[in-house]
């Protein structure tokens, strides 16, 4: 708070970047409390949120399942190395083009982009996660006549649920770093709007408070991942 306050009260000292004085604590706080007490915050806050957990749903159930497979195959972890790593390189927002063409909506454009960025970490911590349980579980089980859904749902699902929390809070933070670009798409609504409408019309005061509701919703929720992860992530250890 200090060097934000110091930085604030040179720009604004300086008149060749005066017009800048919005970013100090002051003003971006008296704006904040504004956008609150007006309703306009929420406004943004609401359609963001549903396009990060959408985009979270869709790469859960992709890549949960599809790290289970991984994991549990030599031979197709082995033939997926290559192909999935390429992939996991390309930046989500350069699938951008494509996701325009794709979908007839502004909003399911922007959920695929966030989907494509969550769905790496979700599969890679599931597929570490079942390639370091103890292959004697598995024969305990068979012995104890566990089928194969048997063996996921009694064996396999609490001994990756911790990995698997993990995938999902790592995903989570790159999805509430996508979105804000990805929201710069036709959307009128959101938190990525917000930032470039408040650039566009000068507004640096609003700009900064949308900036500051970032960092502490991305806060927020990536502390409820870790809640989660404390709370149903299984330990062997403990």
Not at 11 to 28: C, L, S
Not at 64 to 77: E, F, T, Y
Not at 189 to 213: C, F, H, K, P, Q
Request: glycine share 10%.
């Amino acid at each position: 708070m200090a060097v934000w306050w110091l930085a604030g009260w040179r720009i604004a000292a300086n008149p060749d970047t005066a017009n800048f004085a919005g970013f100090a604590p002051g003003p971006t706080l008296r704006r904040l409390a504004d956008l609150v007490a007006r309703g306009e915050l929420w406004r943004s806050v609401g359609p963001s949120l549903g396009r990060v957990g959408q985009g979270m749903a869709v790469a859960a159930a992709l890549g949960v399942p599809l790290g289970v497979l991984i994991g549990g195959s030599k031979a197709l972890r082995a033939a997926t190395h290559i192909p999935f790593q390429f992939l996991r390189m390309v930046s989500p927002l350069a699938w951008m083009p494509i996701a325009v063409l794709s979908f007839a909506s502004w909003d399911g454009a922007i959920v695929f982009l966030i989907a494509v960025a969550a769905v790496w970490p979700v599969t890679f911590a599931t597929a570490n996660g079942l390639a370091k349980i103890d292959p004697n579980w598995f024969k305990v089980a068979r012995n104890l006549g566990a089928g194969p859904v048997q063996t996921l749902r009694v064996v396999i699902l609490p001994a990756i649920a911790r990995d698997v929390l993990t995938g999902i809070r790592l995903a989570l933070g790159v999805a509430w770093i996508v979105l804000v670009p990805a929201e710069y798409l036709g959307v009128t609504s959101g938190l990525g709007y917000a930032i470039n409408d408040a650039r566009d019309t000068l507004e640096y005061d609003r700009l900064a408070a949308m900036v500051l509701v970032i960092g502490t919703l991305g806060f927020a929720l990536d502390g409820l991942c870790l809640g989660a992860i404390r709370r149903f992530g299984w330990d062997h250890e403990r």
